[in-house]
């Protein structure tokens, strides 16, 4: 027999013997999963070979046919990677399937590989499994992404922009002051995928239905065969906990927000009238009417996919709403939020990683922007504040200069001495020496701050979280 057939008998329903009649046709359609589930085809493999070895090391199977299943599995694992074995997407979930290989490749023996078992702890531990692979990719591409913006921060760490509060500017930063904004933000995501994967890497496997089982089963050792340090401690909570999917999926909203923000900062920039960045040609697109538009459609892109992945999250949470314990059927839809919020928040940080390495910056049309809006009015209140005076005093008087250049039509810069004088006699020609927007930048030293010193030590904190 092939290996990609399946006899009927062994194709049949897991649950079928207590049934005298089959289900109807429509009822399977409604209710099979195979085309969702099919991904963790390998992490339920790898579950089966450490629960027949477990099993084998309990005395419940013998060493002879824990060797036929674990070579039978193995079997249907390279099968299924060069594509000699194709899906059977009549089957009803992707254990079944794999089961009725396993017993139409081995016989008898295969019938045992779910001693011990339910397919409620079962898929338990293939999504946890499916985590413990996902993340560490997850993670991999933030600290690319991250790298990417370093790289940039590097070239552009005395390139001053305007730094924004209400869309208004505020006070001049640098482009790599701005950039290590972003960078810091999914440095969290990453530290908060670090802490889900604490909880998911912990065994589900011999939980059973709910109540654990009556036969020997050493879960602990089953635990360490697949990679986990600890074992879930009460077996009702085992199959009827999706808090880790939650918390998977409420990270990835997390990450896709930040991308989100960073994706609309991309597309204000690149407009004619901010004219911060050049997308390249690679990551933009044309008008079908319009020949001159040059648009930013994947900054754009990844901003509307933001919503997709928000309502992942909720529908995991509103579907576990209310559930009594232990196992619902209702868990069986957590699969497709959890995989769309995966699939989409991962192309999104490749993606976004993609256009931004490859953008110009205008660093002198930023230049320019820190011209406008009296950026370094806080900076006069500083001067005056370190010649004596109150804050409270030197704010008001700093306001006045503004009022007095907004009357003038001219910058901060371009009053006189008389004109600051008038407003405060502690004013001296060393006010001109504070607020040239460089001289702002340069004097905000604070830790976290833009002044050079603060951003070089962010970067050598960045390079060593990529490393």
Known sequence: MEHGTITQDNHAALWHGRFEDGPDAAAVAFETSIHVDERMAFDDIKGSIAHAKMLSKCGIISQEEMKAIVSGLESIEKDLQDGSLKIDYSAEDIHSFIEATLTDRIGEPGKKVHTGRSRNDQIALDERLYLCRFIPDMQNRLKTLVSALVQISEKHKADIMPGFTHMQHAQPVTLAHHLCAWSWMLVRDYGRLEDALKRIKKSPIGSGALAGSGLPLDREYEASLLGFDQITENSMDSVSDRDYCIEV????????????????????????????????????????????????????????????????????????????????????????????????????????TYMISSADWNTSKMKDACQDGFLNATDVADYLVRKGLPFRTAHGVSARSVRMAIDRGCRLEDLSLEDFRSLSDLIEKDIFDVIPPEKCVNARSTAGGPAASSVEKQLSALKEFCK
Request: proline share 3%; hydrophobic share 40%.
């Open 249 to 352: 999926a409420s990270a990835l909203s997390l990450v896709q927000m930040h991308l989100s923000r960073f994706c609309e900062e991309v597309v204000l920039w690149s407009t004619t009238e901010f004219g911060f960045i050049n997308l390249s040609e690679k990551w933009s697109t044309g008008s079908s009417i319009m020949p001159q538009k040059k648009n930013p459609d994947f900054a754009e892109l990844i901003r509307g996919r933001t919503g997709r992945v928000y309502g992942d999250l909720i529908a995991l949470l509103t579907m576990m709403k209310a559930l009594p314990l232990s196992y619902d059927r209702d868990m069986q839809e957590d699969k497709q939020s959890l995989f769309e919020a995966c699939d989409t928040v991962l192309s999104c940080v490749q993606i976004f």
